[in-house]
Structures are given as structure tokens and as C-alpha cells.
């Protein structure tokens, strides 16, 4: 049962309303609460930290020196990457409250025209959580702007760099598990030498095996042993790095010096160098830290980390002995796993959001946080790759080379968006010239984004003019039966090339046609009152109407959605509204009648309630309400309800040109081919009945 549009709204709200509001209690308790969904990646880093770095040719160099420049760089990187790159600038980029790699291009295309699907409209900006406070541009926003605008491949290779970003982070989802208890469960062979590896794999993979099976359940039921766990950890580490420090090395203090971090590469050279990348996973989770900024506020995983989290970490870094607490280290492997798992989930809707994944079955596993998300597929192929890499590489050493790679290449991605962001967004001076990295690797990315692409396009120029529809007559020259038909596109004008295509083969249709886009607007959520925009095709006879419905790219569309019920509650209050207004609508470039007002159906039960299978609508309001013509064309519709309703949808099908190269060809034609026969189709991500869709097959020739 979905909940009340006003509960919904509260949950949805903005973290920084919320904030606002926010007392000194509510932000304690919510730091606290952070510290099993947000740092337990970044908590478990010293598992494997300094056996990572002293890997290789540099573990036979062991001395105070190269631990004091190790330990430098440890806390150097730890202070200016986590501390004062994400948690006082980075953060302070939310989209409306959210966090992440997508967040920030979202937050870019609100303020350019960055998006690649040309479906955006001005109303979208009328949305509640679109408003932008927008200053003057500088004449360096402008320019960049400017230049996205008229650069359409500039655009692309943006959205595939930000693409490379999100592989990254999913790629953090296979090795942190991996690394993270592969490392607290090896503390068994400090008591047990004579463990062989193969049990420490064995049961590496039973801990992972029952990690990824437990998801289905959703974080929210063992969330309340994530803080406690992640705390006890901290305060483990915290406590014996204390310890170890009066009672073995009260000097260790002198390694803060940046000094040792040039002695130490001095000494060491090529090799020094390289073990760095060892160092680079005590900043693992960081990313997590801002991805996860949905779920709190600013403010709390900014207390958090900044009087707890940094100041255990460092301690622990500074003597680190960790075995004697092997439970709580297993523990707080396992949630810190849990962390970028569910960053997992959250990173694929956000793509699928933005045109940029296939279809997958999204499962909303919390009515109260709604950023908490499952995705069976997206859990099942993580746990296979996780265990192949545990199995295969059995190395932490192995693992934290590949992990660092992919921490890097996020932070990297990270820093790049947060530069456009202060040019574009927060209107700062530009101090130096920031160059997009061309990568390799991605022209598979580019060619089935070209597909993708050249399918609007195919769309956009091959849809059915609107002076052959209305020469046609209000039957549209078809037999009109009774019902309600459902014609789905991605166009917000015109009429698809789908519904041409259908009437020309099967001159019949319903006697109220609806065409239906679905489509993602920049920011994180939309209310319900604010889902639905329905305007009218034409005059009243042709009984034709567009619905365009948004979502946020975190929204997640409801199995037990009312849809069928609330669209045409959504099309009777517009009609009521045309009714009672007199100005209400203009003709748009493509003879669309489109209505320039929006309107709610904030009160859905009092507007409709069902009996049975029929539904009876109660009109309220002044006497112009109470027109003839609004009563019969409501009835009109509400038969037409009760006659059924049938879901048109296209099945496109891509093929390359035969002008087109082999690579293309390669590309369309067995590539995007494959990816389309094995991703979800819309109907299953739409919830379309089966009894009620037909499918009409599409061939796009690009």
C-alpha cells in the first residue's frame, strides 16, 4: 500500500530543509546511525593498508623510516582527501540532499543542457525540488555552457566519463567485500599457523555467500546492529593504538612531518613509489561517505567522521594491532561490505534512471528510508564476481592493487564533476583549465550510445504529423472501440511512429487514446502531486490526451501502484480544470493542444473511489463544475474505463546500416542485439499487465 502523498512528501523532503529543522539531538542520533551505513568501508581499511604497502620488494625494508614515511602519507591522504576534500567541499555539491557521482551530473544538467535525450521541458522547472537558485553567470560558466551546448560529442564523452566513474564505483562493490573479510577472517591464521589458505578461502566465501543472500531482506532489518558493530570496531582499534603507542613507540608522533613522506621516497624511489598504492586504500569509502548523503544529513556524517571516525582511524594507523578483536574485525568487514553493496544498488537506478543501464526489477525494501533499494540482479552477479575474485586471486595484496585502480578512478571522476560544478553551478573564478581525460576502452559505450540515440532520433523524425491525424476526422479513420488504449513513447510532442505504424496495419482503436511518457527529471525525487502532467491532443471529438508522468532518478516505481485508477482520475481533474478555466491552453509548434497550468489531484480518494470493479467520481466546486459537457465527457471516459484498458507498446529492434562499418556493425548488431534480448523489457519495468499489452515489433536502421 503506497503511503500518503504528504508522508511521502516528508520522506522526501530535502536534506537541507531537513537540516534546517534539524535539533541537536536529531543530528547526534543520526551521526550515530551513520556509522554502519556510511563508514564501514572506511573503518575496515586498516585490515589491509600496510600489508598491501610493504607487499613486494619494499617488506624487506621494514625500518623506522620507511613506517614513519608510510605512516605520512597514511595521514596526509587520510587528512587532505577525506577530511577536507569530501567532507568541507564535496558535500557541500548535494543534489537536493542526495550524494554521488550521478547526483553531480544531475546537478550539471539542471543548470546546462548537459542531458543527452533531448525530453526535457520548461514545466520540469516548475517542479518543487527543481528550483535552483540561480545567480549571474560569469563569463567562464557561460562559456562552458556555451560549449556543452554546441558540442553534442563534448556532451557524450562527459556521460561516458561519469560512466567510467560509476563502473568504478561498482567495481568497489566486487573487491571491498572480497578484501574486507578475506582480511579479518586471514587474523585466524595469527592463532592457528598451520591453517592452510585454502580454509581461509573456504570460509572467506561462506561469510560472502550468506552476505549476499541476507540483501533480499533489505538494510533495514539489521540496521540496528550496524552502528553498534562499526562503534565497538573504533573504539577496539582507537583503544589498542593508545595502548601500543605509550607502551612501545611514544615517538610515532614525529612521522606526522610531511618531511618523511620526501625522505621516504628519496630512499626507496621506484619502489617507494609504487608500494603507494597501498596507501591509497586507506581512503577507501570515502566515496561511499558522499554517495550515501541521501540517507543522513550533511551535518551528522560531518560530526561523525570529524570527532569520531578520523580521530580512531588515525590512532589505529599510527599502532595498529588488530587481531585480538578477530569477531569485531569479521563483523565490521561484513558491514563495511554491506556499504558499497547497497551503493551498488543505488548507482544502478540512478543509470537506469538516465537512459544510461538496461531494465532491471528494482525492490523498494524500506517504507521509511527510501534510498534503501534491492536489485536481484545487480546482487547476484556482485556475489559471483566477488567470489571468483576471492577464489582466484586469494591475495589481499592482489585485490588491493585492482581496488585502488578503481578508488582512484572515482575520486578522479569525483574531482572533475566538482570542477564543472564550481564553474557552472556555484559561478567560481576559474584559476586553471581543466582537461578532459580522452580514455580508451569505451567504444563499445559509444556505439550502443549512438544506438540509443539514433532510436530518439528515429523517433523525432519519423513521427506521424499532426495534419495527417486531423485529416483523418475524430474516428482518426478506425473503428473506435470502446476502452481506453495506452500508446507508450518517449516524445513529450508529436505522435510516435509506433501509432502509425499500428493503425496502418490494424485500422482500429480505442475510443479514448492516451499517449504515455515516462521519463527522469534532474533531481532525486517528485512528489505525487506533482507526477502527473496531462494535457489534451487537439479538440475534444478526437478523444486524445497526453500524459507525461516523472520521476526522480530515485524514485522507484510501486508494484501495487494504482496507475490505471490514478491516470484517469489525473485526466478527469484536467478536464474539470479545462472546465472551470476559460485561458487554459495554447497550440504548441507541433498543433498540440498543451496546457500551460498544472494542477494536483491531492485528494485521489475523495476525487474516485472504486466499487467493485467500477469506479464512481465524485465532482466538487463551483457551478461551472457542474457543466453538461464536463459530466458526459467524464462519463465518457469513466465507460471507457470500465470497457478496459490496452497497453500499446513498441519492441524496437537496431540494426546497422548497410553503409555502416564492420566495427558499427559489430557493435548494433550483435552487441547492442545481445544486450537487448537479455535485459528486462519495458513492460516488466513498467508493470504492464500481460493480458493487456501488445507489443507492435519496430526495426531502427542506424
Known amino acids: 500500500m503506497n503511503p500518503p502523498p504528504q508522508q511521502e512528501s516528508e520522506q522526501k523532503g530535502s536534506a537541507k530543509e531537513a537540516l534546517k529543522k534539524a535539533s541537536c539531538a536529531s543530528v547526534l542520533t543520526l551521526a550515530y546511525q551513520s556509522l554502519g551505513v556510511v563508514y564501514g568501508d572506511l573503518s575496515t581499511s586498516p585490515l589491509y ?16 623510516d620507511e613506517i614513519y614515511g608510510v605512516l605520512s602519507f597514511i595521514f596526509w591522504t587520510f587528512t587532505l582527501i577525506a577530511l577536507c576534500k569530501y567532507v568541507f567541499i564535496v558535500m557541500s555539491a548535494d543534489d537536493n540532499g542526495e550524494g554521488g557521482t550521478f547526483a553531480l551530473y544531475s546537478l550539471l544538467c539542471r543548470h546546462a543542457r548537459l542531458g543527452i535525450l533531448p525530453n526535457q521541458q520548461d514545466v520540469d522547472k516548475r517542479l518543487s525540488s527543481y528550483a535552483i537558485e540561480d545567480s549571474a553567470d560569469t563569463w567562464e560558466s557561460s562559456a562552458l555552457k556555451s560549449l556543452f551546448e554546441k558540442h553534442p560529442n563534448i556532451r557524450n564523452g562527459l556521460l561516458i566519463f561519469v560512466l567510467l566513474g560509476t563502473c568504478m564505483m561498482i567495481g568497489d562493490g566486487i573487491f571491498t567485500p572480497a578484501i574486507s573479510v578475506l582480511s579479518a577472517v586471514s587474523g585466524i591464521q595469527v592463532k592457528a599457523t598451520n591453517l592452510h589458505e585454502n580454509y581461509v578461502v573456504v570460509i572467506s566465501c561462506i561469510i560472502l555467500v550468506i552476505l549476499f543472500s541476507i540483501q533480499h531482506h533489505g538494510t533495514n532489518r539489521v540496521a540496528f546492529l ?32 610531511p618531511y618523511y613522506m620526501l625522505k621516504f621516497l628519496k630512499q626507496r624511489g621506484w619502489e617507494g613509489w609504487v608500494s603507494l598504492g597501498g596507501v591509497v586504500l586507506s581512503i577507501t569509502g570515502v566515496e561511499t561517505m558522499f554517495a550515501d548523503l541521501g540517507h543522513f544529513s550533511a551535518l551528522s556524517i560531518k560530526v561523525a567522521f570529524t570527532f569520531l571516525v578520523y580521530p580512531c582511524l588515525i590512532l589505529a594507523y599510527l599502532e595498529a594491532v588488530f587481531w585480538p578483536v ?182 482500429a482503436f480505442h475510443q479514448v487514446l492516451v499517449f504515455v511518457c515516462v521519463k527522469s527529471v534532474q533531481v532525486p525525487y517528485i512528489s505525487e502531486e506533482e507526477r502527473f502532467l496531462v494535457s489534451r491532443i487537439y479538440s475534444k471529438e478526437y478523444g486524445m490526451y497526453r500524459c507525461i508522468i516523472r520521476y526522480g532518478y530515485k524514485d522507484v516505481q510501486q508494484e501495487n501502484y494504482d496507475f490505471e485508477n490514478r491516470l484517469v ?70 465507460r471507457a474505463r470500465e ?60
Request: charged share 15%.
Open 643 to 702: 470497457s478496459g484498458m490496452a497497453y500499446i507498446m513498441g519492441r524496437s529492434y537496431a540494426r546497422a546500416k548497410k553503409s555502416a562499418s564492420i566495427l558499427k556493425k559489430f557493435a548494433i548488431d550483435i552487441v547492442y542485439s545481445f544486450l537487448s534480448r537479455n535485459s528486462r523489457g519495458p513492460e516488466m519495468v513498467l508493470n504492464v499487465p500481460h493480458a493487456s499489452l501488445l507489443e507492435v515489433g519496430m526495426v531502427y536502421h542506424v
Open 226 to 257: 550496524f552502528a553498534p558493530i562499526v562503534a565497538s570496531w573504533l573504539l577496539c582499534i582507537s583503544g589498542i593504538g593508545i595502548y601500543n603507542i605509550m607502551k612501545w613507540n611514544p615517538q610515532i608522533y614525529r612521522a606526522l612531518s
Open 326 to 507: 578477530f569477531v569485531v574485525a569479521t563483523l565490521a568487514a561484513v558491514v563495511g561490505s554491506q556499504a558499497v553493496i547497497s551503493a551498488a544498488f543505488s548507482i544502478v537506478s540512478q543509470c537506469y534512471a538516465l537512459h544510461c543501464s538496461p531494465r532491471v526489477k528494482i525492490v523498494h525494501t524500506s517504507s521509511k528510508i527510501h534510498g534503501q533499494i534491492y536489485i536481484p540482479e545487480v546482487n547476484w552477479i556482485l556475489m559471483c564476481l566477488c567470489l571468483t575474485v576471492t577464489v582466484l586471486l586469494r591475495d589481499t595484496n592482489r585485490i588491493g592493487h585492482a581496488y585502488g585502480l578503481s578508488v582512484t578512478s572515482v575520486m578522479f571522476v569525483t574531482t572533475c564533476l566538482m570542477t564543472l560544478v564550481m564553474i557552472i553551478v556555484w559561478k567560481q573564478k576559474v584559476l586553471m583549465a581543466v582537461a578532459f581525460l580522452v580514455f580508451f576502452g569505451s567504444i563499445e559505450l559509444l556505439y550502443l550510445s549512438s544506438a540509443f540515440l539514433k532510436k530518439h532520433q528515429y523517433d523525432e523524425e519519423n513521427k506521424v504529423s499532426m495534419e495527417r491525424i486531423l485529416s483523418l476526422g475524430p474516428s482518426l479513420g478506425m473503428v473506435r472501440v470502446p476502452g481506453i488504449g495506452l500508446v507508450y513513447t518517449s516524445l513529450v510532442t508529436g505522435i510516435p511512429a509506433v501509432f502509425g505504424h499500428f493503425v496502418t496495419n490494424l485500422p
Open 49 to 64: 593498508v600496510y600489508k598491501t604497502t610493504f607487499s613486494g620488494k619494499l617488506r624487506l625494508h621494514e625500518d623506522d
Open 569 to 638: 482520475c489525473e485526466i478527469i481533474s484536467f478536464i474539470q480544470m479545462e472546465c472551470t478555466c476559460s485561458e487554459i491552453s495554447g497550440h504548441d509548434d507541433q498543433g498540440l493542444n498543451i496546457s500551460e497550468h498544472r494542477y494536483s489531484c491531492p485528494n485521489h480518494d475523495a476525487m474516485m473511489q472504486p466499487v467493485g470493479d467500477n469506479i464512481h467520481v465524485l465532482i466538487s466546486g463551483g457551478e461551472s463544475c457542474a457543466r453538461p459537457q464536463l459530466k458526459d465527457e467524464a462519463a465518457h471516459i469513466l
